[in-house]
């Protein structure tokens, strides 16, 4: 009787490794994942709503929100200005707007910190 108990015993265990070794040799590597292709300098991103995120195209002048589906969807456009610096802060979207000094000339630059809401619409004005 008593030879039997370890025998067990060690079927018991053996049924328990078994199963587990297989699943965690099948799990999917980790690594990098491209959320959205063809974008022109992003300098700058920050999550969005749900798993949105959002991508400013400095040179570009733009602030674009590429959904979980990689989807791109332009936000805000400023033509011959750049467009840089996004952050979320609660339901509050900021970023930053800059045109000129490209020149040495410091007298002409100027720059705006600008907040939107999540309908994308200007906040205070």
Not at 11 to 23: Q, R, T
Not at 95 to 103: H, R, Y
Request: charge should be negative; charged fraction near 20%; proline fraction near 7%.
């Amino acid at each position: 009787m008593n030879k039997k108990f370890p025998i067990v015993a060690c079927l018991a265990a053996a049924a328990i490794v078994i199963p587990v070794a297989p699943a965690t040799a099948t799990q999917k590597q980790s690594g990098p994942e491209t959320l959205a292709e063809h974008l022109m300098a992003p300098l700058s991103l920050a999550l969005g709503p749900g798993k949105s995120v959002f991508v400013t195209q400095n040179f570009a002048g733009t602030l674009d929100c590429v959904d979980d589906d990689g989807h791109i969807s332009n936000i805000y456009t400023r033509d011959k200005w750049d467009v840089s610096g996004v952050e979320t802060r609660g339901t509050t979207t900021f970023f930053v707007e800059s045109v000129g000094a490209g020149q040495g000339m410091p007298d002409e630059l100027a720059g705006y910190l600008k907040p939107m809401d999540r309908r994308y619409a200007p906040v205070g004005r």
